[in-house]
């Protein structure tokens, strides 16, 4: 419970850390900590939610010009037992993000929260969790490969 507790109040730091202080958060925390954090409804919400808020922010115009697309993200290991999705789609030079999915998704991608986490914060490669059977998609699989190139995917800095 301590580990918990612990680990939701670091997270509560969140909205005030840029994306290189949370790459170096998610960094430097055990994937046990982490996965306590994400155990914990509110800090779960809390995580995601900030994560999905900030994704518009990071995105590339060169590199989602032209592209027209909806993606989900299915992060499993609700507290409940169910799963979390967030859409984004990408249309028009920008990206909108809601936890209410209502279009039919171009690609869906499914992971747990930890690794989603260490994910979109450079900690781990797509291809890689990907070839290991630890994010999975389903849909248009070449398109999921250029994902992260409509991103800038932070790096931790000290």
């Known amino acids: 419970m301590a580990e918990r507790d612990e680990a939701a109040a670091a997270l509560g730091a969140l909205d005030s850390a840029d994306a290189s202080q949370l790459a170096a958060m998610v960094g430097s925390v055990p994937d046990e900590q982490l996965a306590a954090a994400m155990a914990n409804p509110e800090g779960r919400r809390m995580v995601l939610d900030e994560i999905f808020r900030r994704m518009s922010e990071h995105a590339e115009p060169q590199q989602i010009e032209g592209v027209d697309a909806v993606v989900h993200f299915e992060i499993t290991g609700a507290p409940d037992g169910g799963s979390d999705v967030y859409e984004a789609v990408i249309r028009d030079g920008s990206v909108e993000v809601s936890n209410n999915p ?21 900690q781990k490669s797509g291809p890689v969790l990907f070839m290991t059977g630890k994010l999975k998609l389903e849909g248009d699989v070449m398109f999921a490969s250029r994902i992260t190139s409509f991103f800038r995917i932070p790096s931790p800095s000290a």
């Open 102 to 122: 209502k279009e039919q998704p171009k690609v869906k991608v499914t992971t747990a929260p930890v690794t989603f986490v260490k994910l979109v914060t450079g």
